[in-house]
Nanobody
């Protein structure tokens, strides 16, 4: 089992920045793809970004590419999502997820563990 805890959410104005953190505990000795997803009110959950267990591969959705950066530190069992140039449409609950796989997947159903989520609100 892996437990994931997100932090760093909050309220910012359009154009601002936030840095989300995801701390993993439990069976962290295994290799996981770590991903970020988000869900806005009334909308389906969507993929945001993911990073391979080695950190050598990253992937972003087209809606955040160039504005968000994912990074990780295996020694600290932590993954971060740096979010810059935030827009009101980025408002959502952001979830961290872990996939016991080698290749990055953008499908939420492929991920094995999920955090509770952290709210991000961007005002215009």
């Amino acid at each position: 089992q892996v437990q994931l805890v997100e932090s760093g959410g909050g309220s910012v104005q359009s154009g601002g920045s936030l840095r989300l953190s995801c701390a993993a505990s439990g069976r962290t000795s295994s290799s996981y793809v770590m991903g970020w997803f988000r869900q806005a009110p009334g909308k389906e959950r969507e993929f945001v970004s993911a990073i391979s267990s080695s950190g050598g591969r990253t992937y972003y959705s087209s809606s955040v590419k160039g504005r968000f950066t994912i990074s990780g530190d295996n020694a600290k069992n932590t993954v971060w999502l740096q979010m810059n140039s935030l827009k009101p449409e980025d408002t959502a609950v952001y979830y961290c997820a872990a996939d016991r796989a080698y290749y990055i997947s953008t499908r939420g159903d492929d991920y094995d563990y999920w955090g509770q989520g952290t709210q991000v609100t961007v005002s215009s």
